[in-house]
């Protein structure tokens, strides 16, 4: 079975300071990395997602995540964060196993406090 | 181009009480997945539906069902509600399945069963 841990469920930060917000995954085949954010009182947005290739993903926002094998990690970073990205940020796996037809598995969320 | 909808957006139901809830999936898009978010939560995958099948299953109980029309649209019905059912309820859709494709979901239906 797959597992998501997000290790941190808040994360406050002063605007304009780097970010990371961290993803550990437990998987006993190969998966696919997501992150999706959720502003209040709306649905998920995919931000970046990681298949193959380039261990080094961005997506959109200026955001970027790192896909490490050994450490079963997928952090998320932001080098310098706005106000307007507060928000809670979802890491998510979905598996390569032969049954799975594209469902997602997803950590418990880090909200992101930006603070002027 | 509309993307995901879903109906109603909030309602209140009593305990022991059936819901039916809606989703128009993104324009192109044809295979639907229903998800529940608890409060403080990451989202729970519930189903799939694929060319009007289920396809894939989460960990919940019959009481979920769901249906997927020939428009691709798609209802999630809960019977004999619990207080725990209370949750934001997710519509995703995608084209074609696979653990790769790019999910897009709406922005939910809060449940409030009392």
């Known amino acids: 079975a797959q597992s998501v841990t997000q290790l941190d469920s808040q994360v406050p930060v002063f605007e304009e300071a780097p970010v990371e917000l961290r993803c550990n995954y437990s998987?006993?085949?190969?998966?696919?990395l997501f992150w999706y954010v959720q502003y209040p009182n709306q649905g998920l947005q995919l931000l970046l997602k990681?298949?193959?290739?380039?261990?080094l993903v961005k997506g959109i926002n200026g955001f970027e995540a790192e896909f490490n094998k050994s450490q079963t990690s997928f952090h998320l970073r932001k080098p310098s964060v706005h106000i307007s990205d507060t928000a809670e940020y979802f890491c998510?796996?979905?598996?390569?196993?032969?049954?799975?037809?594209?469902?997602?598995?997803f950590g418990q969320g880090t909200t992101l406090q930006v603070k002027p | 181009d509309a993307g995901v909808t879903q109906s109603p957006t909030h309602l209140i139901k009593t305990r022991g009480q059936q819901v039916t809830l809606r989703c128009s999936p993104k324009?192109?898009?044809?295979?639907v997945s229903w998800y529940q978010q608890a409060l403080g939560q990451g989202p729970q995958f519930i189903f799939q539906?694929?060319?009007?099948?289920?396809?894939q299953r989460g960990n919940f109980p019959d009481r979920f069902s769901g249906h997927q029309f020939p428009n691709y649209s798609s209802e999630l019905n809960v019977n004999a509600l619990l207080l725990g059912d209370s949750a934001l309820y997710l519509c995703?859709?995608?084209f074609g399945q696979g653990p790769g494709n790019t999910i897009y979901f709406g922005e939910g239906s809060w449940l409030t069963v009392v």
């Open positions: 995703a859709s995608s």
């Open positions: 998987s006993s085949v190969s998966v696919y």
């Open positions: 990681y298949l193959s290739g380039s261990t």
């Open positions: 998510a796996v979905s598996d390569l196993g032969s049954i799975n037809t594209g469902k997602l598995i």
């Open positions: 324009s192109g898009h044809d295979t």
């Open positions: 539906y694929y060319e009007e099948e289920e396809r």
